[in-house]
Structure formats: structure tokens, C-alpha cells
């Protein structure tokens, strides 16, 4: 029974055994997801000791939390990083060192000290002076362990105050309140010079013996710690092979500090007058562990990055830290896009500008255009009015002098005065369709100069049998001549040619006209009996011919030689315009 009963109860419990896997499966795999999804978390919790916790720009609080990188503005002063433990932390950082990146390449922590302080006392054991030797930051040669930094040497010399008659020696953090870290002092010797007898020890460190291997921080014989904490007053070995004891403050409560001083009942006696000298080797690092604050003047244009890292007593990172970027943008004025908004903007203006002032060109043009087709309309009414009505009326005149002169019941003298009548009328009729001419507004140009030049020396030379030769090359009909101008030119040309008909003897008349380069040269030249530049030419006309010129911006220049003939040369300029434009 008691076999079968033991055989049932296997079978039972192995069936469970099996079933229960299959049951508690899924409950496994939630606390296996549960703790890889806590654990992370509760461990950024323990090493997230340290956050970023305020920023401020002249005294303004900037909103930050959250965010990977702030703005400060542009030209940001008196810029205040705040920093610190984080709420959550569970042993937060000793001290801290911050950085700004980009900006500096060097940590700093809040300043602190400790000291090394020589009190001197009365024979009533009233403290009377000190002297106070300082140290912060950390020492030369410091690597943050006992056994590779390296010690700096001191000597301090000092007189014995009045009414001195002891000595203490005190090594303290009780300086700024908030300071931690370690000060270690070593090889203390106080000595007296006395003349002849040289320096006399009064006081030196007790772990110059090196046979002392006490390893507990009870005071040495003649000295005590002290202080508002006085366990951290430690003794501490430093160095290799072998290794050095030394009196040391290890000060990790920012609210208390420490002490080591020999003790005053068997402090070496002095006298007041005495020159001392107090030597001594140090190491120390040492920061604030509260002053969690810092401060720039004033940042450039750019991008930073500020970060604060926690260390230990010794100086050492532990591995915690904070950051935030910190952006200082340029001024809107040396932004890219301001100097493209200012270039669309300048080019805008000068394209308006431009515009308006086309505008108004074109305007000033139209309105002068308008108002010489008007005149030139007005011109072309005149010498249509010349021509049909005056110059019709002239020739009628001419053409009844002829008749009458030709009656023979008119009387001689009749017909003489009718023939003048004639003779004057028909010069009457060239004047006009001079006049017509010139005012035509159809004749601004220079190939009408050129033909009507022409026509007019032939007409002049005809009337004495000169003869004439004509080299004329191409004047362009589009190179438009003002009527002032055609007429002045018209004038010399025909005083040019009358000098000749009625003063040069000359047998023939040769007229050259040309446009080259923007100049119009007509020269009239004969081969008459010529003269001498420097005789009195006023009654020939040349001084008229100059001044003509003269009026319309040209030059007059006569070549003359005696029997050689005379040539006159007109020189104008021409600036070629489009007609109508």
C-alpha cells in the first residue's frame, strides 16, 4: 500500500510539474520584459546625478528644459550657467568642473582653499597674531592618487610678534566653508636662526621615523586633531618603495571642516624678535561643494556645448555628467538671408529706379517728338503756303513783266522798268523757293543738302559760264540735319561761290562733299587768281562765312595763294540720328 501510494503521489506530482511550465510561460516573460525595460531605467536614475538647471542672459531665466541646445540671442552678457545634483540622485557628485566647449579648452571648478596657519601665543595662553599660508585648486604635479602625485616644496620665513611665547602649528580647511577636498602636508620643519649656531629645529613632523607603522589616524605624540569634524584630520601614506607618512585633511562635508595643530601645552617656546623659517612639501586638491555657478562676460557669434562632470575628494571623475548646447546666433545683419533680402531689395530699387527714370525719358521723348512733328507740320504748312500761294503770285508777276516788256505800244522806257520788274521778280522766285527749302521739314537731311548744294552751284555757275565739277560721295537720307543748319551751310557755301563769281578770275568751280566719321566736309575750291591771307579780306565775305559756322557748332578755314586759287573748307559735326526717332 504504502509503495502504491508513493507511486500515485509521483505520477501526481509530475504531471504538475509538467503543467506548470506551460502555465507560468507567460508570467516568466512578463517580469523578463519588465526587467529589461526597468532595470535601465532605474539605473539612469542612479547615474543621472547631475542636469543643467537654470540659464539666464542679463539677468533673464531662459526656457532650456527639454531641449538639446539653447539660443542665447545675439551679443548675449553675463551669462549664468546653473548647475547641480539632480533631484533624483541618490549620492550626487562632491565637487564639479564645467567646461564650455568651443569656447575654452580648459576645466574649472569653483574656487576654495585650505591653509597652513602659524599662531603665536602669550604665556597666558591668549592666541595674540597668525600668519596664514593659502592654497586652492590643485597643486602642480597633482594626478589625483597619493602614490604618483608629486609634493611641492614651501618655506615661508617670519619675526616673532611681540609677547609670543609659543607656536602653534595649524593645517586646516576651515577657510571657505563649502570647501572639499584633500591637503596633504609632509616634511614640516620649523627651525630658529641663531647666528653662530646656525638654524635650530623647534619643530618638525613626527613621521620622519621611518620605523612608525602605525596605520590608525590617532595623533602622533604632541599634535591633535581638530576641528568641527575632526575624523577628517587623517594621517596618509603617499609615494613608493617606500612609502612616506604625512599629516593630511580629507574634507568631504561642505558644511564642517577639519584640523591637525600640535598641541599647546607642549608647543616650542619662542621670543619676540626671533626669525623663523617654517618649510614644508604639499599636495592638494581642493574645490567648492557648493558654488555651483558659471559665469562668462560674453559669448561670440557660434556653437557650444557647456558640460559639468562630477569628481571625487581626490579630484578624480566618477563617471556622471550634464550638457547642453548653446547657440549664439550671428545679428540679423551678417545673416545670409538678410544680405539676399538686401540684394533682392537693391536690385528691386534699381530696377525701379531705372524703370521710372526710362519712363520718364520716354516721356520727355514723346512729349518732344509730338512737339516737332507739330512744328515740322507747321513748317511743312508754311512752305506749302509759300509755294502755292506766294510763290505763284510771284511768278504771275514775272511772267506779266515779260509781256509787257515784249508790248511794243508800250513806250521804251516802259519796257525797261518792266524788264526789272521781271528780273527782280524772277530773283524773287529763287529766294522763295530758297526759303521753301529750307523751311521743308522733308529736306532735314543730308542727301537733300547734298542735291540741293548741287543745284544751286550749277544754277549760280550757268549764269557766267563757269564751269563745275562735282565729287560728291554718299551722304545717307537717315543722317538728319536741323533746318538752321542746312540753312547756315547753304548760305557759306553760296557766299563761298559768289566770292569767286565776282573776285577769283576763276575758269572753274570744284565742290567736294563727304561724311566720314560723324563729320560733314564741303570745301569750294577755284582756280582764280587767289590772294594773300594776310591782306584785308573783309569785303569778301569770309569773315561772314566763319561766323555762320560759328552758330551751328562748325569752322571756316580758306587756303588761298596767289595765282594759284582759293580753297574754302566747311567742317561741321553731325551726330547721325534715325529719322522720326
Not at 539677468?59 to 539660443?71: A, P, Q, T, V
Not at 596618509?236 to 564642517?256: H, L, M, N, R, Y
Request: glycine share 8%.
Amino acid at each position: 500500500m504504502t509503495m502504491k501510494s508513493s507511486l500515485r503521489s509521483a505520477s501526481v506530482h509530475f504531471r504538475f510539474v509538467g503543467i506548470l511550465p506551460k502555465a507560468i510561460l507567460a508570467w516568466l516573460l512578463t517580469v523578463l520584459l519588465l526587467s529589461v525595460v526597468v532595470l535601465p531605467l532605474r539605473a539612469a536614475e542612479v547615474t543621472n546625478t547631475l542636469e543643467i538647471q537654470s540659464v539666464s542672459v542679463n539677468g533673464k531665466s531662459l526656457s532650456f528644459r527639454g531641449k538639446e541646445s539653447i539660443s542665447l540671442g545675439s551679443f548675449p552678457e553675463n551669462i549664468i550657467f546653473g548647475f547641480g545634483a539632480a533631484t533624483n540622485a541618490v549620492k550626487p557628485p562632491l565637487r564639479l568642473r564645467y567646461t564650455l566647449e568651443g569656447y575654452e579648452n580648459t576645466w574649472h571648478e569653483a574656487s576654495s582653499e585650505m591653509d597652513l596657519n602659524v599662531r603665536f601665543y602669550n604665556s597666558s595662553g591668549d592666541q595674540i597674531s597668525q600668519n596664514i599660508y593659502r592654497v586652492n585648486g590643485e597643486s602642480t604635479g597633482w594626478t589625483g592618487s597619493l602614490k604618483s602625485s608629486s609634493l611641492t616644496h614651501r618655506r615661508e620665513t617670519l619675526i616673532v610678534p611681540p609677547q609670543a611665547a609659543r607656536l602653534l602649528i595649524v593645517i586646516s580647511s576651515a577657510g571657505p566653508p563649502d570647501t572639499v577636498g584633500i591637503y596633504v602636508v609632509a616634511n614640516l620643519v620649523v627651525s630658529k636662526s641663531s647666528g653662530k649656531l646656525g638654524n635650530v629645529v623647534l619643530l618638525q613632523s613626527p613621521f620622519e621615523d621611518v620605523q612608525d607603522d602605525r596605520t590608525t589616524d590617532d595623533p602622533p605624540v604632541g599634535w591633535m586633531h581638530d576641528g568641527t569634524r575632526p575624523s577628517m584630520a587623517k594621517i596618509v601614506k603617499f609615494g613608493q618603495d617606500p612609502q612616506t607618512k604625512a599629516f593630511a585633511i580629507v574634507d568631504e562635508d561642505p558644511a564642517s571642516h577639519a584640523e591637525w595643530h600640535n598641541i599647546l601645552d607642549s608647543a616650542p617656546t619662542v621670543k619676540p624678535g626671533d626669525n623663523l623659517v617654517v618649510e614644508w612639501n604639499e599636495m592638494y586638491s581642493m574645490g567648492s561643494g557648493s558654488i555651483h555657478e558659471a559665469t562668462y562676460g560674453g559669448l561670440p557669434a557660434g556653437h557650444y556645448k557647456f558640460r559639468v562632470r562630477g569628481v571625487d575628494v581626490m579630484g578624480m571623475l566618477i563617471g556622471v555628467e550634464a550638457s547642453v548646447g548653446v547657440f549664439v546666433p550671428h545679428p540679423f545683419w551678417k545673416t545670409s538671408w538678410f544680405w539676399s533680402l538686401a540684394a533682392l531689395a537693391i536690385t528691386a530699387m534699381i530696377i525701379g529706379v531705372s524703370r521710372y527714370f526710362v519712363w520718364h525719358r520716354m516721356r520727355r521723348e514723346m512729349v518732344r517728338l509730338k512737339q516737332q512733328r507739330a512744328l515740322e507740320q507747321e513748317r511743312l504748312r508754311i512752305a506749302h503756303d509759300i509755294h502755292d500761294d506766294l510763290g505763284a503770285r510771284v511768278t504771275q508777276i514775272s511772267l506779266l513783266s515779260a509781256m509787257a516788256q515784249e508790248n511794243p505800244a508800250f513806250p521804251d522806257k516802259a519796257r525797261a522798268d518792266f524788264d526789272k520788274v521781271s528780273k527782280m521778280s524772277r530773283e524773287l522766285v529763287l529766294a522763295l523757293y530758297e526759303t521753301v527749302w529750307a523751311v521743308n521739314p522733308e529736306n532735314d537731311n543730308l542727301e537733300a543738302l547734298g542735291n540741293y548744294l548741287c543745284q544751286m552751284v550749277k544754277q549760280l555757275c550757268e549764269r557766267t559760264q563757269l564751269r563745275c565739277r562735282f565729287h560728291v560721295l554718299d551722304l545717307p537720307h537717315e543722317v538728319q540735319v536741323s533746318s538752321q543748319t542746312r540753312h547756315n551751310i547753304s548760305l557759306a557755301v553760296k557766299e563761298a561761290v559768289h566770292n569767286i563769281i565776282k573776285h577769283a578770275r576763276a575758269s572753274e568751280v570744284t565742290i567736294r562733299m563727304a561724311f566720314i566719321d560723324g563729320f560733314l566736309d564741303v570745301s569750294v575750291h577755284d582756280d582764280g587768281s587767289g590772294f594773300q591771307p594776310a591782306d584785308n579780306i573783309s569785303g569778301n565775305g569770309l569773315s561772314n562765312m566763319k561766323q555762320r559756322l560759328q552758330n551751328i557748332g562748325g569752322s571756316c578755314f580758306v587756303e588761298s595763294k596767289l595765282g594759284q586759287g582759293t580753297t574754302v573748307r566747311l567742317r561741321l559735326r553731325i551726330r547721325p540720328s534715325v529719322q522720326g526717332s
